[in-house]
Nanobody, 116 residues
Framework: QVQLVESGGGSVQPGGSLRLSCAAS????????MSWYRRSPGKEREFVAR????????NYADSVKGRFTISRANAKSTVYLQMNSLDVEDTAMYYC?????????WGQGTQVTVSS
């Protein structure tokens, strides 16, 4: 079955960096686009970044553009989110997502906390 397992979250001070990973299994990873979403306390889940199946095109939410970078390693069935210049507003649970034949699959999430 499809599994997405996020890791790499933690606590960091404003201005710091983290790299999130999402390890995928149960499907042909290299055939599908991958995305990152996040949910902050009291807010709806929001889109963060997306990468095509080949990794040749990416797009980002305006709030993270220029600070976050999504990438993938198809040989490792893993998608990454490099997060730089973190702000307290980036505090959230981060999820990876893929869609296969119209069905959404989500990981369990990894918590990112930015505070001084």
């Amino acid at each position: 079955q499809v599994q997405l397992v996020e890791s790499g979250g933690g606590s960091v001070q404003p201005g710091g960096s983290l790299r999130l990973s999402c390890a995928a299994s149960g499907f042909t990873f290299s055939n599908y686009a991958m995305s990152w979403y996040r949910r902050s306390p009291g807010k709806e889940r929001e889109f963060v970044a997306r990468i095509t199946y080949l990794g040749d095109s990416t797009n980002y939410a305006d709030s993270v553009k220029g600070r976050f970078t999504i990438s993938r390693a198809n040989a490792k069935s893993t998608v990454y989110l490099q997060m730089n210049s973190l702000d307290v507003e980036d505090t959230a649970m981060y999820y990876c997502r893929t869609q296969i034949l119209g069905t959404d699959y989500w990981g369990q999430g990894t918590q990112v906390t930015v505070s001084s």
